[in-house]
């Protein structure tokens, strides 16, 4: 493939979409916030108000002053900056270019879908509850994974709201010997981790949930607004190396992420029996 026919346009949306196809905890976040991103730094702000208080209303009573709300705004950085550079021989560019093309922007989407995952699952916020089990089998997972679901509720996350729980393979086996999942055959099952239905979550597994030092696991159950994330894909651009006879292509992906509603997400802290 010529520099000249590569349009970064469209190879931009390709490796867009192909990032939205592989992702699991990208895609249970909120992008409602994405906007307008440019640059590494650029910061979204994110306006949250506090609870309405309810009153006894009296006929031809006039009511208590209007209550002015509470403003809990958050700032999301977009602070993670990724980028990929590779070349194509020309020798193998003749003979099956743009398919290899095709085939290096996949990998390169697999890649950092990747590396976003585990950056949404490394968040922290001392706000976040955290039920820690050990020693869990396959009959006191379902336990736990009931508490998970009572903290929410607690936390007054209504019974509308989309919930999942995200689980590593390790604990996803248990669900399975435990005979627990539902509604795995709908169409749902399409979507990239989904596993079934459980206790109201939409339970999804995922490889980027590791394994801690300490031999345990950080599952994460949250609404679907729970997180916030932005990204961009800031450029890709041909280039004919100089010491090379072929095509390379570079490209940067923008993104940042931030816990925005702490009270409607808690960590299933686990390590295996």
Same mark, same amino acid.
């Given at each position: 493939?010529?520099?000249?026919?590569?349009?970064?346009?469209?190879?931009?949306?390709?490796?867009?979409?192909?990032?939205?196809?592989?992702?699991?905890?990208?895609?249970?976040?909120?992008?409602?916030?994405?906007?307008?991103?440019?640059?590494?730094?650029?910061?979204?702000?994110?306006?949250?108000?506090?609870? !309405? =208080?309810?009153?006894?209303?009296?006929?031809? #009573?006039?009511?208590?002053?209007?209550?002015?709300? %509470? /403003?809990?705004? &958050? *700032?999301?950085?977009?602070?993670?900056?990724?980028?990929?550079?590779?070349?194509?021989?020309?020798?193998?560019?003749?003979?099956?270019?743009?398919?290899?093309?095709?085939?290096?922007?996949?990998?390169?989407?697999?890649?950092?879908?990747?590396?976003?995952?585990?950056?949404?699952?490394?968040?922290?916020?001392?706000? !976040? =509850?955290?039920?820690?089990?050990?020693?869990? #089998?396959?009959?006191?997972?379902?336990?736990?994974? %009931? /508490?998970?679901? &009572? *903290?929410?509720?607690?936390?007054?996350?209504?019974?509308?709201?989309?919930?999942?729980?995200?689980?590593?393979?390790?604990?996803?086996?248990?669900?399975?010997?435990?005979?627990?999942?539902?509604?795995?055959?709908?169409?749902?099952?399409?979507?990239?981790?989904?596993?079934?239905?459980?206790?109201?979550?939409?339970?999804?597994?995922?490889?980027?949930?590791?394994?801690?030092?300490?031999?345990?696991?950080?599952?994460?159950?949250?609404?679907?607004?729970?997180?916030?994330?932005?990204?961009?894909?800031?450029?890709?651009?041909?280039?004919?190396?100089?010491?090379?006879?072929?095509?390379?292509?570079?490209?940067?992906?923008?993104?940042?992420?931030?816990?925005?509603?702490?009270?409607?997400?808690?960590?299933?802290?686990?390590?295996?029996?």
């Amino acid at each position: 493939m010529a520099i000249t026919n590569f349009i970064p346009t469209v190879w931009s949306e390709a490796l867009y979409e192909e990032l939205q196809n592989n992702y699991v905890g990208v895609k249970l976040s909120s992008r409602e916030y994405e906007g307008e991103i440019k640059t590494q730094g650029d910061r979204v702000k994110i306006n949250g108000l506090g609870p !309405v =208080t309810v009153f006894n209303y009296t006929k031809n #009573t006039n009511m208590p002053a209007p209550e002015v709300l %509470s /403003d809990n705004s &958050r *700032t999301l950085v977009i602070d993670q900056a990724k980028g990929f550079n590779f070349c194509i021989d020309s020798i193998d560019d003749v003979q099956s270019s743009p398919k290899l093309i095709q085939a290096a922007m996949k990998k390169a989407a697999d890649a950092l879908s990747d590396v976003a995952d585990k950056y949404i699952y490394s968040l922290e916020d001392d706000e !976040v =509850t955290t039920i820690s089990c050990d020693g869990v #089998t396959k009959e006191t997972i379902v336990k736990a994974i %009931s /508490d998970v679901r &009572r *903290t929410l509720m607690e936390h007054n996350v209504p019974n509308s709201a989309k919930i999942s729980l995200e689980v590593p393979p390790a604990v996803e086996q248990l669900l399975v010997m435990a005979n627990v999942l539902t509604d795995t055959n709908n169409s749902n099952v399409l979507s990239k981790g989904y596993i079934g239905k459980m206790f109201g979550f939409d339970i999804y597994v995922t490889n980027n949930i590791e394994l801690s030092e300490d031999g345990r696991y950080k599952c994460i159950a949250r609404t679907d607004r729970a997180i916030a994330f932005a990204e961009q894909i800031n450029s890709i651009k041909p280039y004919e190396p100089e010491l090379r006879n072929g095509t390379a292509v570079k490209g940067l992906h923008l993104y940042g992420a931030k816990i925005v509603y702490p009270k409607e997400m808690v960590f299933l802290d686990v390590s295996l029996a």
